[in-house]
């Protein structure tokens, strides 16, 4: 399989956010799970209320953008973590995806 | 800012892999957040006994396949979810690295 | 074993609380669940960027009385999802202490 | 207003069982909220692809014992980190009601 996901770019640019800022010392692994638990606590809290049908058009409504900057931070925190862990996330997931192939084989 | 982070083409694979199987029907938006919990929760309890030190080491451990495939499993989800909310990653998480940038001075 | 905890007076007064707002509706075991992962993310994002040592030392510091309210909103949401499912939580907890005994058998 | 759950019962047991397992070395409070992170996860799982009628209807189940024991894990984790952290359960709980219900009047 070839390359799924390209994170370089955001990963030279979150390496000199935490630089400019002196937080490379703060984002150790479990402090960035912890991070990661709060941020996608602030994406369940904005959806437990809600029916499905009122899920499914949450981005018709002026929360749109605060779902926006959820899934971001979710997906910022996740970087951090794979770059201190020095995981190569495109790697991780295709395996991950050719496992869950096998796991579960189309149904047609 | 330039695009950061390219995810054509794991969401080409991940709308196959779910329309192969079915899938699309179980993924809205909540039971996606509940899938992301969970998966949150596994890479949680990998690190939960750790001191820092263990967790900064566990990539050199037998566990380090296990931790690739909860951050793989994570990212998928999040990108899963994402998708049936037709969100842009990469306009997300640029418009938040400059938020961040404003809300947070570099230091030096 | 003898009863572990008695939560009788707190679902009653839990039960009074959503009955006299009309949020039985509300408080289906999923929207519970998103509550509850909202608020373990409250309690994590107060210690995320803590030491242990810091964490330790939080109940001597102003955020004392955050992490108590938070530590409230858990145990209330946790309350409401056993109450909806109709969950005995003394016997439940009595099982998994007994479990959990034999799992683990006491080092000494 | 008088006291709304006693868990001097509960906390004894749980005090003894780590004690005579040499665990209160691992029971600091990132720890445990990483623990309660874990066990939220795997409350999660079990209604993530679930409707909201199958969510309802899970304790007429075989997965019921399966449910009784993550509200069991979550409960025990959560009070292993209010008795570290020294907080008084009932107390924080009633100051909490206290707070919704003037935060939140009766609608009727």
Redesign the interface.
């Known amino acids: ?7 370089r ?2 990963e030279a ?2 390496h000199t ?1 935490a630089d ?3 937080w490379h010392r ?1 984002h ?4 960035l ?13 904005i ?4 029916t ?1 049908e009122q ?2 058009a ?2 018709t409504t002026p929360e749109a953008e605060h ?3 959820e ?6 925190y ?1 970087m951090r ?2 770059m ?4 190569d ?1 495109d ?3 295709r ?3 050719a ?3 096998i796991k ?1 084989p ?3």
């Open positions: 399989m070839s390359q799924l996901i390209d994170t770019a955001l640019a979150l956010f400019e800022r002196d703060f150790t692994p479990r402090s799970i912890l991070a990661l638990t709060g941020e996608v606590g602030e994406l369940a809290e959806f437990q209320w809600k499905d899920a499914a949450v981005m779902v926006r900057q899934i971001a931070d979710v997906l910022l996740l973590l794979a201190v862990l020095e995981i996330v790697q991780a997931v395996n991950k995806i496992m869950n192939a579960y189309p149904a047609r």
